[in-house]
């Protein structure tokens, strides 16, 4: 499933082609009965029609699945959680407090600019510190559920907790002020996250898409928040 949620768009494209080519020459081939041959054909405008649906409609522009590969957002979502992120959500609104972001990581973040996902903090104008642990914006704590770090720990419990359930350390940070048209993020399981804290603001323009749903495992299946 991996695979899939990261295909290239250019295999797609070219299988596409392919596909077309095999169509028209199953049309124009000679020997082959009329019924298999429309029989075949349509299996083919099905899967044409369904790959250019797919892949150059709904994955580029509506939402695309990903994979959570590392326990920076635990207790949220852990290591193997597969998530669908609405890739219209950011078209049509912007960005609120609390929402969970996928974002291409800025270089300083990481060299190959891989796909990150945070919790947004901080809104352009904001002021953000953290004081022992506690997160404040613009003066005032923000209203978070806090667990112990337990369930930063390998074999913790994967047990559903409520919304906005952090996991703290005791450590301290600013204050900063995010800039314009930029975010301020920070992963739910503070004491392992690489964030906005060690590599500064998130440019909206490199946001993919609001996190929206956890799809896999069936026993984590739920809405995100």
């Known amino acids: 499933m991996d695979w899939l949620a990261n295909i290239d768009l250019r295999w797609i494209i070219l299988t596409v082609i392919g ?6 020459g ?3 081939a000679e020997g082959i009965p009329k019924a298999t041959s429309a029989s075949v054909g349509e299996m083919l405008e099905s899967l044409i029609f369904a790959l250019v649906l797919v892949f150059l ?41 609390g929402d969970i972001v996928v974002f291409k990581a800025p270089p300083q973040a990481s ?8 919790r947004v903090i901080g809104l352009p104008g904001d002021t953000v510190e953290v004081r022992n642990g506690e997160v404040l914006v613009n003066g ?3 209203d978070e559920k806090e667990v112990g770090e337990e369930y930063a720990a390998d074999g913790a419990s994967h047990a559903k907790l409520p919304p906005d359930t952090v996991i703290r350390s005791p450590f301290d940070f ?10 301020f993020v920070m ?7 690489l964030d906005s804290r060690y590599w500064g ?3 909206e323009s490199r946001l993919l898409g609001k996190a929206e749903v956890i799809f896999w495992p069936p026993s984590r299946i739920g809405i995100l928040r």
């Open 201 to 203: 603001p998130l440019a």
């Open 57 to 97: 409609v709904i994955r580029p522009f509506i939402v695309q699945p990903f994979y959570i590969p590392s326990a920076s957002m635990r207790p949220t979502l852990w290591e193997g959680d597969r998530i669908l992120v609405s890739k219209f959500a950011y078209r049509i609104g912007t960005p609120k407090r």
């Open 19 to 24: 596909l077309a080519v095999a169509r028209i």
């Open 111 to 118: 060299p190959d600019q891989k796909d990150f996902i945070k």
């Open 174 to 183: 600013g204050p900063v002020t995010v800039p314009p048209n930029s975010l």
């Open 187 to 193: 992963g739910d399981n503070r004491p392992s996250s």
């Open 140 to 142: 005032k704590p923000l």
């Open 26 to 28: 199953i049309a124009k």
